[in-house]
Every structure is written in C-alpha cells, then in structure tokens.
Antibody, heavy 120, light 110 residues
Framework: EVQLVESGGGLVKPGGSLRLSCATS????????MNWVRQAPGKGLEWVSS????????YYADSVKGRFTISRDNAKKSVYLQMNSLRAEDTAIYFC?????????????WGLGTLVTVSS | SYVLTQPPSVSVAPGQTARITCGTS??????VHWYQQKPGQAPLLVVY???DRPSGIPERFSGSNSGDTATLTISRVEAGDEADYYC?????????????FGSGTKVTVL
C-alpha cells in the first residue's frame, strides 16, 4: 500500500526544538521530491519546505527559513523536518507530501499529518 | 509572489453543480491544481494541471483555467462532496521553489 506516515509531533515550549519524521512505503521513494506542508488550526494550507531526490535542491518558505531544516534518507525511505527556535505561530498539523511534475508541480500523495503545538 | 483568491463558501443542493473559483492575474498561464479536504483528513488531489483527474476521482470533478480565473466544477453534487477545497499553483523560478495555495472554499451541500 502506498502511504506516508508522519510522527514526532507534540507539545513544545517557545524557543524549543522538534524533529518530525515521515516514513514512506509502497513506492520508489528515491525518485520523488518530498515536501512538508502545514495547516494551522482552522486555517488553510501553507507550504513549508521541499527537498529533491538526491538532496541537490532544498527550499524553504520565508516563514521558516533559518529555523527549519529538511533532510531525507533514501535508504530508509524517509524524510525529516528539524524545527528549531519554534514560535507560537508554528503551531499546526504538519503534513508530509509527495510531489509530481508535469509542467507544474503538485502534491499527489499526502500523509495524515502530525500535530505540533508550541505553547508555554 | 501570488495571492490566490477563493470565495470563502459555496452552497449547493444535491444533484446541482458547484463552481469554485480561484483568481489571480494571468492564472491562465499557470498550471492549477485542486485539493479536497474533509474534516480531520489529509488533503486529496482531485484535479491537476487545470483539468486532469487522478485515478479514482469521479468524472463529476472537472477544472478549467483561463485569463485571471481557474474554476473547479463539481457536477451532480453529492453529500460526500461536502469539504474544503483549495487551489494551488507552482510559482517556481530558477532560484526558488514556491508553492502557493488559495485560501480555501468550504462547500456545503444543502
């Protein structure tokens, strides 16, 4: 079965750190660019970060640049998001998403998400 | 950077047609993708590249894109179509990767 399963969310104090993981199965992980997308409570979707197949290209949204680090392990078929200097506004469900390209990039597969709450 | 404008809500009776718009300047020059998200669930891709459907998505879901407006059309609406719908474009360039989502439209089936 093709799936993405996020883990690592939880409650953390402002200024703290958290590392999210996304384990994948059912497809050839190494040939896909992978992303993190978040959704604050009751709000819309916000792209967070993207990593290419061989770590050649890494991008971040301006809102997390310098604080978050995306990485991947093709042998473990997993992608990670290290989140440092967390702020209240980082509170959200974090989704792992696979990207496809056909003239334009879109997210064709999503995990169920993991909740990150930043609060004192 | 793009700002994609969607109506906050659309209401439709069962069996009727729902149209959800997504607007920005010259969006017709971009590939537009649409996601359905039901409460407590992950988003689901329902239309990509303006009007193509992934495997398993009913033909009732269709899309178009021209000028300053892209449209997701849901024909013969069913109760199970009640959800939030988001449009998305890729605002990429040589030095950055930028995925932009619309603000979302809540579809209510009356």
């Amino acid at each position: 079965e093709v799936q993405l399963v996020e883990s690592g969310g939880g409650l953390v104090k402002p200024g703290g750190s958290l590392r999210l993981s996304c384990a994948t199965s059912g497809f050839t992980f190494s040939v896909y660019n992978m992303n993190w997308v978040r959704q604050a409570p009751g709000k819309g979707l916000e792209w967070v970060s993207s990593i290419s197949t061989m770590n050649s290209y890494i991008y971040y949204a301006d809102s997390v640049k310098g604080r978050f680090t995306i990485s991947r392990d093709n042998a473990k078929k997993s992608v990670y998001l290290q989140m440092n200097s967390l702020r209240a506004e980082d509170t959200a469900i974090y989704f792992c998403a696979r990207v496809k390209y056909s003239g334009s990039y879109y997210f064709d597969l999503w995990g169920l998400g993991t909740l990150v709450t930043v609060s004192s | 950077s793009y700002v994609l404008t969607q109506p906050p809500s659309v209401s439709v009776a069962p069996g009727q047609t729902a149209r959800i718009t997504c607007g920005t300047s010259n969006i017709g020059n971009k590939g537009v993708h649409w996601y359905q998200q039901k409460p407590g669930q992950a988003p689901l891709l329902v239309v990509y590249d303006d009007g193509d459907r992934p495997s398993g998505i009913p033909e009732r879901f269709s899309g178009s894109n021209s000028g300053d407006t892209a449209t997701l059309t849901i024909s013969r609406v069913e109760a199970g179509d009640e959800a939030d719908y988001y449009c998305q474009v890729w605002g990429g360039g040589n030095d950055r990767l930028n995925f932009v989502f619309g603000s979302g439209t809540k579809v209510t089936v009356l």
